[in-house]
């Protein structure tokens, strides 16, 4: 029988804040803040849906989470681990994939200039991500290569303002970037920064170490939906971004 993967976003896809919880009934908490204070919880529904995949089937984490916020997800992962958008990936003992590494680092370098850039034209936008660059424990830190901005008031409209009034006349000038926006997060990423270049690597690896494998693609969002065409079948979770947008199309 063939091996089976699964490539799952975390974020609203395996967990979410309580807010987002259509019920409140019988939570448990899956990530906490940095002060050890809960993040997110798991519905029923989820944690039966996480037992069903995690028998017979390897789960994948495939998140924009950085890896000190991965390490306060509190789910069992055996695995590859991928990271920041795609820009990190770890191998099943933990360790960052230095191959990926050394080709994320040329590409990241390029982008570092136009990223800089994408901050200037507002302040809301001044929120980076650090990717560890290819090099021994305790070397230099990465560079920040996105810029994202939240709304503290959690205004979904003022997100969509921004995107309209700011960052897209800024893409029009800048080919090699895009916009994600999802809920109250919004991020100008390089284009090298994605998470199907991640997942494509991976099972690339899978397939050396296992031969032909099945892949599954699992998340909530549209920029999710790059890497999950790319896997032999998908799982859209109900009533997220992309549920609605795969709805609406119809």
Request: with cysteine; proline share 5%; glycine share 10%.
């Amino acid at each position: 029988m063939l091996k089976k993967f699964l490539f799952a976003d975390l974020d609203d896809t395996l967990f979410q804040t309580l807010e987002k919880c259509a019920g409140r009934a019988e939570l448990e908490p899956a990530a906490y803040y940095s002060d050890g204070s809960i993040c997110s919880y798991t519905t029923p529904a989820q944690r039966a849906f996480f037992a069903f995949a995690s028998e017979g089937t390897t789960v994948i984490p495939t998140t924009a989470r950085s890896l000190d916020a991965f390490r306060r997800v509190d789910l069992g992962f055996s695995s590859y681990v991928i990271l920041n958008f795609g820009g990190v990936i770890l191998l099943p003992d933990g360790a960052i994939d230095r191959e990926w590494q050394a080709q994320m680092h040329g590409q990241m370098t390029t982008a570092l200039p136009g990223s800089a850039g994408a901050g200037r034209p507002r302040r809301r936008l001044g929120r980076g991500l650090r990717l560890p660059w290819p090099r021994a424990p305790g070397g230099r830190r990465g560079h920040a290569v996105f810029r994202g901005a939240q709304d503290p008031d959690k205004d979904h409209d003022t997100l969509a303002r921004i995107e309209r009034e700011v960052v897209q006349p800024w893409l029009d000038a800048h080919a090699g970037y895009c916009v994600h926006r999802n809920g109250n997060n919004l991020a100008i990423l390089p284009r090298s920064l994605d998470k199907a270049h991640a997942v494509a690597h991976v099972t690339e690896r899978l397939r050396r170490e296992h031969g032909e494998i099945v892949t599954f693609g699992m998340g909530d969002s549209r920029s999710d939906a790059r890497f999950m065409a790319d896997c032999d079948y998908a799982i859209v979770p109900r009533g997220t971004q992309l549920s609605r947008l795969t709805l609406e199309a119809l």
